[in-house]
């Protein structure tokens, strides 16, 4: 029954938020974007150099497929901005508060409004970008892999949902503090950065031939996992701790 109540409040918010243009049109450009991108490099790699596209998207599988986290979390951010900081902008927040929900059943709510839909996002980007990536690939006569690879799999499907959990941690703690949309933006695009952490550790352990340290990948993602996790337990433990409707209607 009280996780009904929460996915009537996170329809609600989702629906919301999708009638800004700024997270509408966002939300579709920013999850096109990496699917785009890493389907047009193999597009490209596969009609230039056919004998070796599938060694060539091998060695760039760990620097590119960070990209799809990146540019799929984000939304994260803009969804739970408008389903806590816009209530305020809106002048709903105050009516929301005071329905007969608690306390856990709202914030719930609020939480499932950005992480469902992310992580569908999410999940969809790599779906479309290993099902095109086959298909130019057999157009081509090479064979079939995996792009996003395994490492990338672990990375995006793994690490990727505990930072998106991460990321609308960090919305509610400082939902309270910031009095517009575009604020909450800033505050919390600093925790998908820590997805660079993957994209830029590979590079350094490039040699001259383009090849890239597997060790050096693998621990890069661990990393990466790590910090979202510990990211994640601390900020959701001041979250709950914080989240209450009263002291935030009377900021």
Known sequence: MA???????????????????????????????????????????????????????????????????IMVIVPASMISANALVGEKEQNTLEALLCTPLTNRELLIGKVLSSFIPTIALLLGSVLVTEIATNIILTSVGAEVIL??????????????????????????????RVKRV?????????????FLIPLVLPMMSMNNGGIVDMNLVWMSNIITLLIASVL????????????NRDRIVSM
């Open 182 to 194: 575009y604020e909450a933006y800033q505050s919390s695009g600093a925790t998908v950065m820590i």
């Open 147 to 176: 792009f996003p690879g395994v490492s990338s799999l672990f990375l995006l499907l793994v690490a990727g949902p505990i930072l998106v959990a991460a990321v609308i941690s960090v919305m509610v703690l400082i939902s309270g």
């Open 232 to 243: 994640a337990i601390v900020t959701w433990t001041l979250a709950i701790r914080r989240f």
């Open 3 to 69: 996780l009904r109540k929460s996915m009537l409040v996170a329809r609600a918010d989702l629906r919301m938020a999708m009638k800004v243009k700024m997270v509408k049109y966002g939300l579709v450009m920013m999850t096109a974007m990496a699917p785009i991108m890493l389907i047009g490099l193999v597009l490209l790699l596969a009609l230039s150099a056919p004998a070796v596209v599938v060694t060539m998207i091998t060695m760039l599988d760990p620097m590119m497929s960070p990209v799809i986290g």
